[in-house]
């Protein structure tokens, strides 16, 4: 099967980065998603990764190696509204449609 | 912003009954899909539906669901026997170009009694 891990939860203070980790073992791989969901919403797509290397989007980044199986996602200047769930989801193959989901990780930001 | 839109937002139903949930996804999106997420676990892949025929489906999605595009704008997901481990949040989902940022809707919470 696929397997997505992710830190249940993490806390971090008002104004600093945090570093939210996401590891995969997949049959395949072609690409790797990061979503925000606030509780009781639908997640909203933050990024996408299908090559090494960092992407940078505004105050978020996410970092992708494909030959470690692992992605974070890099949150700044961390805001009270970036309190939220965050879903790592991989995509296993060309051409699929589906993404395999982690559990998410639980951010609290905290003044 | 275009939404994908989801009817109703909260559904009780009883054990055995077929429920059907409505979805408006983007109007110019081409892949529709649906996912579910049980209390406190990971959203979990059911359908992928494009050019008006299934293209994917999980395990999950067995002979209890079925999907259906009655109209040029509306996507509906049907249980035919609700059992109680389908009590879910259930979200709809569009793309235009596969499963690149999808935009899910707000989502259907279905509780089985």
């Known amino acids: 099967g696929q397997n997505i891990d992710q830190p249940t939860e993490m806390t971090a203070t008002e104004g600093a980065i945090v570093q939210i980790n996401c590891t995969y073992q997949?049959?395949?791989?072609?690409?790797l998603f990061w979503y925000q969901q606030h509780a009781g919403e639908a997640p909203t797509f933050l990024s996408y990764n299908v090559l090494d290397g960092l992407e940078e989007k505004g105050r978020f980044s996410s970092f992708l190696s494909r030959s470690k199986g692992y992605s974070y996602l890099l949150l700044k200047e961390l805001q009270m509204k970036d309190s939220a769930s965050y879903l790592c989801a991989v995509r296993d193959r060309d051409g699929a449609n589906n993404l395999f989901f982690g559990t998410g990780t639980r951010l609290t930001v905290i003044p | 912003e275009p939404e994908v839109t989801q009817t109703p937002s909260h559904q009780v139903t009883q054990m055995g009954q077929e429920v059907i949930l409505r979805c408006v996804p983007i109007?110019?999106?081409?892949?529709f899909y649906w996912y579910r997420q049980i209390l406190g676990q990971k959203v979990e892949f059911l359908v992928s539906?494009?050019?008006?025929?299934?293209?994917?489906k999980s395990e999950i999605f067995d002979d209890q669901f079925s999907v259906e595009r009655p109209d040029g704008s509306n996507f509906t997901l049907k249980i035919r026997s609700t059992k109680l481990e389908d009590s879910a949040m259930y979200f709809c989902?569009?793309?235009?170009?596969?499963?690149?940022?999808?935009?899910f809707g707000s989502g259907t919470r279905l509780t089985v009694v």
């Open positions: 997949t049959s395949g791989f072609n690409g």
């Open positions: 539906f494009y050019n008006n025929e299934i293209s994917e």
């Open positions: 109007s110019n999106h081409l892949y």
């Open positions: 989902a569009s793309s235009d170009i596969g499963p690149y940022g999808y935009t």
